[in-house]
């Protein structure tokens, strides 16, 4: 089993920035890729990044070049570093993990809300 916490949500004005930390534990050796989603009410979860034991990263187009996902494989951590954030940004951001055998983790959640 994997536990997944995060951490950093909260108001943001627009064009202002948000890091989001998301710590794993348990059987953390078994985990490959991790990554982050968000969910607005009513929406299905949406993709936003991932990043692969190597560093292999991959965003959505609605993120890419203001979001940045980095991982700490010492402090089983991963971040997403959130720049110029918009309106449009507000959702339930969670983080998730997927193990060797192809086990999906999912945290709790934190919100992230864009507003002046």
């Known amino acids: 089993q994997v536990q997944l916490v995060e951490s950093g949500g909260g108001l943001v004005q627009p064009g202002g920035s948000l890091r989001l930390s998301c710590v794993a534990s348990g059987n953390i050796f078994r985990i490959q890729t991790m990554g982050w989603y968000r969910q607005v009410p009513g929406k299905q979860r949406e993709f936003i990044a991932r990043?692969?034991?190597?560093?292999?990263?991959n965003y959505a187009d609605s993120v890419k070049g203001r979001f940045t996902i980095s991982r700490d494989n010492a402090k089983n951590t991963v971040l997403l570093q959130m720049n110029s954030v918009k309106p449009e940004d507000t959702a339930v951001y969670y983080c998730?993990?997927?193990?060797?055998?192809?086990?999906?983790?999912w945290g709790q959640g934190t919100q992230v809300t864009v507003s002046s």
């Open positions: 998730n993990a997927i193990d060797r055998v192809s086990t999906l983790y």
């Open positions: 990043i692969t034991s190597s560093g292999v990263t």
